[in-house]
């Protein structure tokens, strides 16, 4: 049995949008996590525009990754 592979930040960003819709319902109620999915709304995996880098990303949502690391 092959150990389970990592995700990278690409294959999670991937994962996020093509659930977004779910994965929006599902956490409605914690607000952190609101900003996030509303980013996430303006990507499609299945066009040919290019994903953000989490760079770009976290300055989208005017966050730092130290925040996004301590859950603030």
Known sequence: MEPPKKLG??????????ENTVLSELFKS???YANLFHELKNYDV???????????????????????????
Request: proline content about 5%; hydrophobic content about 30%.
């Open 9 to 18: 930040y690409r294959d999670l960003l991937r994962n996020l949008i093509c």
């Open 30 to 32: 914690n607000k952190g």
């Open 46 to 72: 299945n066009d040919n525009n290019p994903l953000p880098l989490q760079k770009e990303l976290l300055e989208r949502m005017d966050v730092t990754q130290t925040q996004i690391m301590s859950g603030g």
